[in-house]
Nanobody, 122 residues
């Protein structure tokens, strides 16, 4: 089992920045691909970004590419999502997830956090 706890969400004005963190406990963190997903009210959960086990490769959705950066610190068992140039359409609950493959599908991830709310006002 892997337990994931997100933090760092909150309200922010358009154009601003937030840094989300996801702390992992349980099994060896560096064994897992880590990802961020988000879910806006009334919409399906969507892929945001993923990072490989070593952190050597990252993947982004087109909607956040160039604005968001995913990173991880395996010594601290933590994955981060730096979000810059935020837009109102980035408003959502953000979830971190752990899995075995760098995939965009939710079904590829076995463990999920409880989510942290991000609200971007115009």
């Amino acid at each position: 089992q892997v337990q994931l706890v997100e933090s760092g969400g909150g309200p922010v004005q358009a154009g601003g920045s937030l840094r989300l963190s996801c702390a992992a406990s349980g099994r060896t963190f560096s064994n897992y691909v880590m990802a961020w997903f988000r879910q806006a009210t009334g919409k399906e959960r969507e892929f945001v970004a993923a990072i490989t086990k070593s952190g050597s490769s990252t993947y982004y959705s087109e909607s956040v590419k160039g604005r968001f950066t995913i990173s991880r610190d395996n010594a601290k068992n933590t994955v981060y999502l730096q979000m810059n140039s935020l837009k109102p359409e980035d408003t959502a609950v953000y979830y971190c997830a752990a899995g075995w493959l760098s995939a965009i599908s939710t079904t590829s991830y076995d463990y999920w956090g409880q989510g942290t709310q991000v609200i971007v006002s115009s």
